[in-house]
């Protein structure tokens, strides 16, 4: 009797703790997004942890998902006979306001993006888009006097082109003729550009907000009262450094296809953190796991999704520091790396790399450009260790110094990551390569995302952490960032023979005169190797079971615009 009357109290306990179990909410998302984005203006973003919102609260002329591009804002479109102009056809919709979206909306957007004033640092894509008159406005230049060009006093015309700035922005081939169609002219065919047109860059923004007080460099696109959108989602709460919430955006044109009413977003960038939130059940997706678990994940647990990304991980060498000009030390520096043991570590599907271009990009014969492109002298594992040691050598004797004068100024500089578990255990295999390779031992430092981001773009670095995955379909989207004056050029790499070829191979309406001056850019990109290529990247994600239907773009962006929880 008194066991029966135990069995009783238990069970009954048990079922008063379910019913007091608040139930799971199946139209809210719980995602970590990871840190904390510098923007959420389409603009003016250039990082993934942004892009990834920004897929979420906006739409371009079309939507990638899963691999296939598919019509957006632009119900159609057509291309001339010649492939110089795309005409896009526009269907009827509207911002999260309730207003019009129109094609001049489009106009409007790509003008300030390209416009000098905006110093959006990813104008330098519009190089790649082909548009007639894009490049003379992205670099109008104003410093000398185009009658007496000596003077070096601003006369209000373009250096080069003698037209003021009001007369080259008339001049970029992008019109709207009505509401509904938006007409693009290009100098090339362009085969990837309609493709291309799904990257967060080209999406729509409002004048009104984006001109709106208090919403100044980008600002408006953090604050929920003055951002505008017309993506499936739209922002409703934002605190810095801790999270977001997104909202269903009911004036959506395809509202209907958007089952999670709200998304909450977390700004965790530590992925232990993350990964213990997980597994509480507190969060529904997280973009990264501890490295520790990577290979038990990918082996054991189908929740844990691993697929090859169209990018390299690397370290910058700060050019503007003259420790690192001799180019005898940088690829001592580079081969003084067992890379194996990097991805090994990591557990995550990464491919050591040896150039910088990865695995995935088809050249005009049906060629794996990686594969094409060769080693460069530099092997996986540690095979290259001794051509290190002699190259290490002849550096310091090149550079007027011992060989013990040369460990000690490299061991008297940093290496600088963003605080990431997965960064820090890169960087400790790579000081350790070099400690017991080389024989110094270079201080580490890490900093916070937003810190680094802007420390890096200054050059306020040795030797910097640098991550890069490609915007569109083509190996230029990956080299080109390197040219002289690209924002992205961290290391400060100034070679005109590279920069040449980097222009002839957009120029030039033969993929096979294309492709040949990739080759033979990244060849000479990696004789002066101007950083240090480590791995090419796997993404991977940690996903509940029951989150069904999210997408992912072939560039690795997350898209929330079809899931649901069952």
Excluded at 320 to 326: A, E, I, S, Y
Excluded at 360 to 388: I, K, L
Excluded at 492 to 514: C, G, K, M, R, W
Excluded at 537 to 552: I, N, P, Q, T
Aim: hydrophobic share 40%; aromatic share 12%; glycine share 8%.
């Amino acid at each position: 009797m008194k066991k029966l009357v135990i069995l009783i109290v238990a069970l009954a306990f048990a079922f008063g703790l379910a019913a007091c179990e608040e139930k799971r909410d199946t139209t809210v998302l719980r995602w970590n997004i990871g840190a904390d984005p510098l923007t959420l203006d389409p603009s003016l973003n250039g990082a993934s942890d942004g892009g990834d919102v920004i897929n979420n609260t906006f739409e371009g002329l079309v939507r990638e998902f899963n691999g296939v591009v598919e019509p957006g804002i632009a119900e159609s479109w057509v291309t001339s006979a010649d492939g110089k102009t795309i005409t896009f056809t526009l269907r009827d919709s509207v911002w999260s306001d309730g207003s019009d979206l129109t094609a001049a909306d489009f106009v409007y957007t790509w003008l300030r993006a390209m416009d000098p004033a905006t110093a959006s640092e990813y104008a330098w894509i519009w190089e790649y888009t082909n548009v007639v008159g894009a490049l003379d406005f992205v670099y109008f230049t104003d410093e000398v006097n185009n009658v007496t060009p000596a003077t070096e006093v601003p006369d209000g015309l373009d250096d080069t082109t003698g037209l003021t700035i009001a007369e080259t922005k008339a001049n970029v081939g992008v019109s709207a003729p009505d509401d509904n169609t938006l007409v693009v002219e290009l100098v090339n065919p362009t085969s990837y550009f309609v493709s291309l047109m799904a990257f967060y860059h080209f999406m729509p923004v409002k004048q009104s907000s984006v001109e709106a007080v208090g919403g100044e460099e980008g600002l408006w696109a953090k604050k929920p009262d003055l951002a505008v959108c017309n993506g499936p989602f739209k922002l409703t709460e934002y605190t810095l450094g801790d999270g977001l919430v997104l909202e269903k955006n009911d004036n959506y044109w395809e509202a209907d296809s958007v089952k999670l009413e709200k998304i909450e977003g977390s700004f965790i960038d530590n992925e232990s953190t993350a990964y213990d939130k997980y597994n509480a059940g507190e969060l529904d997706y997280i973009p990264s796991v501890p490295s520790s678990e990577m290979t038990r994940l990918i082996a054991e647990d189908p929740e844990f999704h691993v697929y090859a990304l169209l990018g390299t991980y690397y370290y910058s060498f700060n050019l503007d520091n003259p420790l690192f000009d001799n180019v005898k030390l940088r690829k001592a520096l580079a081969y003084a790396i067992d890379r194996e043991a990097i991805v090994e570590s990591l557990g995550g599907g990464q491919v050591p790399a040896a150039g910088f271009i990865p695995p995935g990009f088809t050249d005009n014969e049906g060629n794996d450009f990686f594969e094409e492109a060769g080693t460069y002298g530099m092997v996986s594992d540690d095979a290259n260790f001794a051509t290190a040691v002699t190259l290490f050598a002849e550096a310091a004797a090149e550079m007027n110094m011992t060989v013990a004068e040369l460990k000690a100024a490299l061991a008297a500089s940093e290496l600088s990551y963003n605080t990431s578990d997965a960064h820090a255990m890169v960087a400790q295999l790579v000081q350790e390569s070099w400690n017991q390779v080389l024989g110094f031992q270079m201080s580490l430092a890490n900093s916070e995302w937003a810190i680094f981001q802007v420390d890096r773009k200054n050059g306020n670095f040795d030797v910097a952490r640098g991550g890069w995955l490609t915007d569109f379909m083509d190996p230029i989207g990956m080299l080109a960032i390197f040219t002289d004056g690209n924002a992205y050029n961290d290391p400060n790499y100034n070679n005109p023979a590279f920069d040449t070829l980097i222009s002839e191979a957009q120029s030039t309406t033969d993929p096979a005169v294309h492709f040949a001056k990739l080759y033979a850019a990244q060849d000479i990109f990696m004789g002066d190797m101007p950083i240090v290529p480590v791995y090419h990247y796997s993404d991977f994600m940690y996903v509940k079971a029951y989150l069904m239907d999210w997408g992912r773009s072939v560039l690795g962006t997350v898209d929330f615009s079809r899931a649901h929880i069952d």
